[in-house]
């Protein structure tokens, strides 16, 4: 089995497949597969180059990665077959023999770079920053350079191309971490611990439409561990939303639910029923699809 994972090597992208292949014991039966862009990534799980993906959805600090959402709604035809939570702690890379106190340049994803902001303007108040498409990316740029730069990026990242740890931990906020979904074409069994993923959307924008569709899972008790939106790409004012729930479509009361939010909305779909993680807190580990 192929799981793909938002390469190059030393991406968090690949510890958290890291992750999941070891939970699920497939370490002789798994093999992981970097792919250079997350819509290269989706649609090569969709038409079958992979039997599985792994994409970020969401970061404790910065919040949700738009593009996994858009794509599963608007792209792709996959089931969320799982979920992984990884904790972020991010370390200040470069070449070996390198003084923090030389370094004129921080390479690294954005996201990245937005989530350690405040301590490099600490410790690095001189230097400037520049994006690259990954955190593995700018590890690589750095190890190929003369210049005086570093990378924000892995502690596997750093063994990977040869680059020294001048810090580590230099995330602004204790408890970083960076929520992923396991995708496939093939839905997730029921473990009797689950969460459902859904989006839907009203046919015309008028007072109580949220709170009639909210409505449906407060009167059965589901418990809805996130909602948002965003655009639906037809025009402005028209939004999709998102929402996580407690429970399996093969739970009587979310089926229910379901089929209410069916009546009230012009478009829904179930994007999956999976195993539910308790989150780490830390460097914890997470319990996924038992209680």
Same mark, same amino acid.
């Given at each position: ?29 798994? +093999? ?23 994409? @970020?959805? /969401? ?29 972020? +702690? ?7 023999? +390198? ?10 994803? @954005? ?13 690095? @108040? ?72 859904? *989006? ?6 008028? @007072? ?23 655009? *639906? ?13 407690? #429970? ?7 089926? /229910? *639910?379901?089929? #209410? ?14 195993? +539910? ?15």
């Amino acid at each position: 089995m192929r799981l793909a994972y938002l390469g190059p090597p030393g991406t968090f992208s690949e510890e958290a497949a890291r992750r999941y292949r070891e939970r699920k014991g497939l370490a002789e039966g798994m +093999r992981l597969v970097p792919v250079k862009t997350l819509p290269d990534l989706l649609l090569g799980v969709d038409a079958g180059r992979c039997e599985l993906g792994i994409v @970020p959805v /969401e970061n404790s600090i910065e919040g949700p990665v738009v593009l996994t959402l858009d794509m599963l709604v608007h792209d792709v035809n996959l089931q969320i077959v799982a979920e992984e939570v990884l904790p972020v +702690r991010h370390y200040l890379l470069a070449r070996p023999g +390198r003084d923090i106190r030389d370094v004129t340049l921080v390479l690294s994803h @954005p996201q990245a770079l937005a989530q350690c902001r405040r301590t490099l303007s600490r410790r690095l @108040p001189k230097a400037e920053f520049g994006a690259t498409s990954s955190t593995a990316e700018a590890a690589r740029k750095v190890a190929a350079s003369d210049e005086p730069w570093a990378a924000i990026g892995t502690a596997l990242a750093a063994e990977l191309y040869g680059l020294e740890i001048l810090l580590e931990g230099i995330e602004d906020q204790n408890g970083n971490s960076t929520r992923f979904l396991v995708v496939g074409k093939e839905p997730a069994e029921r473990t009797g611990f689950d969460k459902t993923s859904a *989006a839907f959307a009203f046919k015309e924008d008028r @007072p109580g439409n949220l709170y009639a569709a909210l409505r449906e899972f407060a009167v059965r008790g589901i418990n809805l561990t996130k909602l948002e939106s965003r655009p *639906a790409k037809k025009q402005l004012g028209e939004y999709i939303f998102f929402v996580d729930m407690e #429970g399996h479509t093969q739970d009587p009361d979310v089926a /229910e *639910a379901l089929a #209410g939010l069916q009546r009230l909305c012009s478009f829904v779909r179930v994007l999956g029923s999976y195993p +539910r993680c308790v989150y780490p807190k830390g460097d914890e580990a997470q319990s996924c699809g038992s209680g």
